[in-house]
């Protein structure tokens, strides 16, 4: 079984910073990729950022140059550093990862979710 555990959400004011983490955890070959999503209730889960074991990265629009996503494949954790933070930021932010659980065999995990509040 795998796990992934986040940490780091919150309450910020706006312009604020976050970084919030995610780490795997369990039995598994490898992972392919990470990613964070979000979501408002009432509305549909939206991707945020991947990043491959590789390094490739992929983000929303709506966070370009203002969101970093990192992964430390080591200690198999993704990071979200969130800066310049606006209220409509406000969402729960899940992890999501793409596990190799055995050769040729690939399940994706989701997080429990963390929630972050932009408010002044």
């Known amino acids: 079984q795998v796990q992934l555990v986040e940490s780091g959400g919150g309450l910020v004011q706006p312009g604020g910073s976050l970084r919030l983490s995610c780490a795997a955890s369990?039995?598994?070959?490898?992972?392919?990729?990470m990613g964070w999503y979000r979501q408002v209730p009432g509305k549909q889960r939206d991707l945020v950022a991947t990043?491959?074991?590789?390094?490739?990265?992929n983000y929303a629009d709506f966070v370009k140059g203002r969101f970093t996503i990192s992964l430390d494949n080591a200690k198999n954790t993704v990071y979200l550093q969130m800066n310049s933070l606006k209220p409509e930021d406000t969402a729960v932010y899940y992890c999501?990862?793409?596990?190799?659980?055995?050769?040729?065999?690939?399940?994706?995990?989701w997080g429990q979710g963390t929630q972050v509040t932009v408010s002044s």
């Open positions: 990043i491959t074991s590789g390094g490739s990265t």
């Open positions: 999501n990862a793409d596990v190799v659980v055995r050769y040729g065999y690939i399940v994706v995990y």
């Open positions: 369990g039995s598994f070959r490898s992972i392919n990729a």
